[in-house]
């Protein structure tokens, strides 16, 4: 991994293997978002210089599905994007993840993000047809397994992230030290990344780019009620809380009404799934991205919420990202420069 920049202050070319894998200009991943990462959004990505996921489990069928692959290919005027496929970390009867990938190989989308359990049963198929695979995971074991099956990139988060940070809970910084030296694929970092700095800092580590969810909600292409977005404006990095640890499920929400009956819940020992799921269930979910009233539904969301600072068109916050790496790398040119040493100079 390089990053050259011909003078102070211009912009930084990246030069990773993951910007390289998805022909991005920016080492960047734009998960996959329920409900939200449409065709608007994930285009925005693409057009910005990141990579983009549509998710495959917001489409209620196949058609529709189809028509937001086909939809996004025109929005983006034919560049690559991706489709996220979300599994259940156990295969339930009825599991739609075989009709997706039917549809994402027949639609040739280039590359796809997969979460939630192992894609091994699916990574003979999509390499056949072409199909790259980033796979998602919240414990570094998880991405040495994911490597071993074949995948072409992972991203590892940390317990900042927004959605599901995992049982164990590992800090980011942590996290991806060990990654980066656990792994010979491509990796991109996430859980709470959300400044250019950060992305300097997960190249410092080792890791061939970041990967954002959180950080982009606010983006004027998320289809969701301008309330919710005024809201994710004023919160700070407590504003969030873990759910669903007696589920084996920890998610990282919102910190709102629901989240507090839960988390109530929870302690008093009445977590089962069929109390807790009229609570988080994800049509609740949808109806508060709907009407912004933001108090009900297990909304994901991670601490970097923090940085979200106005809403703006993706490619702005893009683009801020893009000019603090240059400032985070000219900062590092002044505090830590190269000093030769007395051999260098034959003493
Ligand atoms: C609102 C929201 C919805 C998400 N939905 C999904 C999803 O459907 N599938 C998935 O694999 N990850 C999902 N994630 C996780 C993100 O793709 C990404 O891994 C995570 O947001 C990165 O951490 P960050 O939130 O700190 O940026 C979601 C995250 C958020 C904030």
């Known amino acids: 991994m390089t990053v050259r920049r011909a003078e102070e202050g211009k912009p930084v070319q990246f030069n990773t293997r993951l910007n390289a894998l998805f022909a991005t200009r920016l080492p960047i991943v734009a998960g996959g978002l329920q409900w939200l990462s449409k065709a608007e959004y994930v285009a925005a990505a693409v057009n910005a210089g990141v990579m983009g996921f549509i998710t495959a489990a917001s489409f209620p069928d196949d058609a529709t599905l189809r028509a937001e692959i086909r939809r996004c290919r025109e929005l983006t005027g ?5 489709v996220n496929v979300s599994m259940l970390p156990k295969l339930p009867s009825g599991d739609r993840t075989d009709r997706i990938i039917d549809i994402v190989i027949d639609e040739g989308v280039p590359f796809v993000e997969t979460s939630g359990r192992s894609p091994e049963l ?3 198929r999509l390499h056949a047809a072409g199909t790259r695979i980033i796979h998602k995971v919240p414990a570094v074991r998880f991405a ?11 991203s590892v988060v940390g317990a900042e992230c927004g959605g599901h940070p995992g049982m164990d809970l590992i800090g980011t910084f942590v996290q991806a030290a060990i990654a980066a030296k656990s792994l010979s694929i491509p990796l991109a970092v996430g859980g709470g990344v959300g400044t250019g700095a950060h992305l300097v800092a997960a190249l410092a580590l080792g890791a061939d ?3 954002i969810g959180t950080r982009f909600l606010v983006s004027a292409e998320i289809p969701a009620h301008p309330d919710y977005k005024r809201h994710l404006v004023e919160a700070t990095e407590t504003g969030t809380d873990l759910i669903l640890a007696s589920l084996r499920n920890t998610a990282r929400v919102l910190r709102n009404e629901t989240a507090r009956i839960v988390r109530d819940l929870e302690i008093r020992g009445a977590g089962d799934i069929e109390t807790l799921l009229p609570y988080v269930s994800g049509e609740v979910g949808r109806e ?3 009407t912004g009233k933001v108090s009900q539904g297990a909304l994901s969301l991670g601490q970097s919420v923090v940085f979200a600072d106005r809403v703006e068109p993706l490619a702005d916050i893009v683009a801020r990202i893009e000019r603090e790496a240059t400032d985070a790398l000219d900062r590092l040119a ?13 003493l």
């Open 78 to 82: 034919g560049r690559d994007f991706g």
């Open 122 to 124: 699916y990574v003979r």
């Open 144 to 154: 040495r397994k994911a490597e071993a099956v074949g995948v072409d990139a992972v």
């Open 209 to 211: 780019g970041v990967l």
């Open 288 to 290: 508060a991205y709907r």
């Open 334 to 346: 002044t505090q830590c420069g190269r000093v030769a040493r007395e051999n260098d100079h034959g």
